[in-house]
C-alpha cells in the first residue's frame, strides 16, 4: 500500500507530501491544476521514464520520495530475497532526476537501478491507462484478457514453454539437415587443410626461424666465439690475465681488511664464471659446419608457414589456433545427431505442444461464457442494458500457432436488441468501448489484487456522465474496499464515491505552482459541487454535492 509520496521541485510543485487511504483515492482539479502530477511521481517510484523538464524551473533536481506498507506483501519479501537485500515492513523508494535528465534511484537508502525499480514496481503497481479502451481494439488484447480473467495464466504459461522447446528442436533440425547436405564436401575441405598443415603442428615456428637464423650464420658465428676467446684468455693483456692479478692481491690483503676480503671471493666466482664462458665459446667455435639438410627442413618448414598464412588470410602466429578451429568443426559435423532421429524428437515436441494447446484451448471456452455473462451484467449498471458479448474461437492456420495457442480469439458485441453481434472496431462506439473498458479493467485488477495491491486509473471514466459515473464510482468504491486504488477523475459522481479526495489546484505568484491538498467537509463539497455545476456555485449545485456524498454514505 502506497502511504505518502513526497515531491520537492518536481514540475510545477515546489515542495509537497500527499497522504493516501488504503482505499479509493481520488484526485480531481481543473484543467491543467497538474493533476496527473502525482501519477508522473508514483511512475518514477516505480521504473518510469525520467525527463530533465520534470525539474522544476529554476532548480538543478527534482526528488521524489515514495513510502509504501509492505509488511504483508509476500511477493516484494521475495523479490527482496531473490535481489539479496533486506527486507522491511516499510519500503522506502527515492528518485532524484537533473536538470540534465540523469536520476538515481535508492530502495531503503540503498542505491538501485532503474531495472530493479521496474521489477519491483511490477508487483507494487498497476496503472491502467485513459487509452484503455483503444487496447480492446487489438485482438491480442481480448485474449491475455481472457487469460487473466480466467485464471489461466498456468495453461498459458505450459503452452508457451511447449511452444518454445518445439520451435528449438525446429530450428535445430533444419541446421542439422542443412548442415548435412554439404557435409561431405565440406569435410573433404577440412580434411584437405588440416592435412597441409599438419606438419606445422607439434613444432614452435618462432624456434624454428630463430634456429634457421643462427645455422644460416654459424660461419660467421663460429668465426666471433674464437675472437672472444682471444680476448678473454689468450693475448697477453687478456681479461684471464688481469683478473689473475687482481686476484692475487685482495688474496694477499684479504686478512687486513673486509673490503679485500670480500673482493677476493668476488673476483673468485668471476674467474670462474669467465673460465665457462671461455669453454663454452671453445666448444661452440670447434662444433661442425651447419646441416644443409637441417637448413632445407627448416626453410620448408617456415615457407610452408609462410604460404598457408597468405592462402587463409591469416598470420603465421594464427596457423595453430585456426587448425584448432578446424579440427573442431570436422570433430562437430563427424559426430552430427541422426536426422531421423532428430525428426522424431521434433514430432514429438509438436504432439506435447498441441496436448498442452488444446488444454488451454478447452479451459477458455469453459470461463468464455461465464466471463462474458458477468460482463454483460456490469454493463448493464453502465447504461448498456441490451449489451450481448460472446468469445468466438477461431482455429489458425497449423503455420500460425505460436505461444498463445491455436485459436484466433475475437469479442463480438452488440449494444441493441436485434442487432447481430460484431467486432468491437466495427460496432462500439467511443463511450461504449469506455465503459467496456472500464468494466475489463475492474475484472482484471480485481484478479490481480494480490501481485499489483495499488491500482492506478488514469481517467478511465471519461466519456461517462450523470448516473452511469454514480455507477463507475460505486463500482470503484467497491473495489477500494478490498485493494488500494488512486483515480484522476472529471465526474463528481466517481470523486463522491472516494475514500480519500486530493484536490490539485493552480496558483499564480511569481511563478506558477500546483498545490495539493486532502479536502473534506465544506471544501469536499465546494470542489464537488464546482464539478458538476461549472464555476458558478449556487445553493442548487451545493445541495447536489451533499447529497451525492450522502447517497455514497448509505452504499
Known amino acids: 500500500m502506497l502511504t505518502s509520496l513526497t515531491l520537492q521541485n518536481f514540475a510545477l510543485i515546489d515542495e509537497y507530501t500527499v497522504n493516501f487511504d488504503d482505499g479509493f483515492n481520488v484526485i480531481t482539479g481543473e484543467t491543467g491544476a497538474g493533476k496527473s502530477l502525482i501519477l508522473d511521481a508514483l511512475s518514477l517510484c516505480v521504473g518510469g521514464r525520467a525527463d530533465a523538464g520534470m525539474v522544476r524551473m529554476g532548480h538543478d533536481e527534482a526528488s521524489i520520495f515514495g513510502e509504501f506498507d509492505v509488511a504483508n506483501d509476500t511477493s516484494v519479501q521475495a523479490w527482496f530475497a531473490e535481489h539479496d537485500r533486506e527486507f522491511e515492513d516499510t519500503l522506502l523508494i527515492r528518485r532524484k532526476i537533473s536538470v540534465n535528465g540523469r536520476s538515481k534511484s535508492w530502495i531503503n537508502g540503498m542505491p538501485a537501478s532503474i531495472g530493479e525499480l521496474k521489477s519491483l514496481g511490477a508487483i507494487l503497481v ?42 528449438n528442436l525446429k530450428k535445430q533440425a533444419l541446421d542439422i539437415k542443412e548442415k548435412s547436405a554439404q557435409r561431405a564436401d565440406r569435410m573433404a575441405l577440412l580434411s584437405a587443410r588440416l592435412g597441409e598443415i599438419e606438419p606445422l603442428l607439434g613444432v614452435d615456428l618462432v624456434q624454428i626461424e630463430q634456429e634457421y637464423d643462427e645455422l644460416s650464420n654459424l660461419e660467421n658465428l663460429m668465426q666471433s666465439a674464437v675472437q672472444a676467446v682471444g680476448h678473454l684468455d689468450n693475448e697477453e693483456m687478456s681479461v684471464t690475465t688481469l683478473l689473475g692479478r687482481s686476484l692475487k692481491i685482495c688474496d694477499n690483503l684479504s686478512d687486513k681488511s673486509r673490503v679485500f676480503a670480500e673482493c677476493s671471493e668476488l673476483l673468485t666466482n668471476a674467474s670462474e664464471q669467465i673460465d665457462d664462458a671461455v669453454a663454452r665459446l671453445m666448444d661452440y667455435a670447434e662444433q661442425s659446419l651447419p646441416d644443409e639438410e637441417r637448413l632445407d627442413e627448416l626453410n620448408n618448414l617456415m615457407g610452408l608457414a609462410h604460404r598457408l598464412a597468405k592462402k587463409h588470410q591469416t598470420t603465421v602466429d594464427e596457423l595453430t589456433v585456426q587448425a584448432g578451429n578446424w579440427q573442431a568443426e570436422f570433430d562437430e559435423l563427424d559426430n552430427l545427431p541422426d536426422a531421423k532421429a532428430l525428426d522424431k524428437e521434433v514430432e514429438e515436441a509438436y504432439q506435447g505442444y498441441l496436448g498442452h494447446a488444446h488444454i488451454l484451448k478447452q479451459a477458455r471456452e469453459a470461463v468464455a461464457s461465464p466471463i462474458c455473462q458477468k460482463l454483460q451484467h456490469q454493463l448493464t449498471e453502465l447504461a448498456l442494458p441490451n449489451a450481448t458479448l460472446q468469445f468466438v474461437f477461431e482455429p489458425k492456420a497449423t503455420e500460425d500457432y505460436n505461444v498463445h495457442g491455436i485459436d484466433d480469439i475475437h469479442l463480438l458485441f452488440s449494444a441493441n436488441v436485434g442487432m447481430p453481434m460484431q467486432p468491437l472496431h466495427k460496432v462500439a462506439s467511443g463511450g461504449e468501448l469506455s465503459r467496456m473498458a472500464l468494466v475489463m479493467q475492474v475484472m482484471s485488477a480485481g484478479m490481480g489484487s494480490q501481485t499489483n495491491p495499488i491500482l492506478v486509473f488514469d481517467e478511465v471514466d471519461v466519456g461517462i456522465s450523470g448516473g452511469t459515473a454514480q455507477v463507475v464510482g460505486k463500482l470503484l468504491r467497491t473495489l477500494g474496499n478490498a485493494c488500494q486504488l488512486i483515480a484522476i477523475t472529471h465526474q463528481a459522481q466517481v470523486a463522491a464515491a472516494g475514500h480519500r479526495h486530493i484536490l490539485v489546484a493552480k496558483e499564480h505568484g511569481e511563478k506558477t505552482t500546483s498545490t495539493l491538498q486532502v479536502i473534506t467537509g465544506d471544501a469536499q463539497i465546494h470542489e464537488l459541487a464546482r ?25
Do not use: R
Open 126 to 167: 498497476n496503472i491502467h491507462s485513459q487509452h484503455a479502451g483503444l487496447e480492446l481494439l487489438k485482438p491480442q488484447f481480448v485474449v491475455d484478457w481472457l487469460d487473466e480473467v480466467g485464471e489461466l495464466s498456468c495453461q498459458k504459461q505450459a503452452v508457451a514453454h511447449a511452444y518454445h522447446a518445439w520451435q
Open 531 to 555: 464539478m458538476s455545476g461549472g464555476v458558478q456555485i449556487t445553493k442548487a449545485t451545493l445541495d447536489h454535492a451533499k447529497q451525492l456524498l450522502d447517497d455514497v454514505a448509505t452504499w
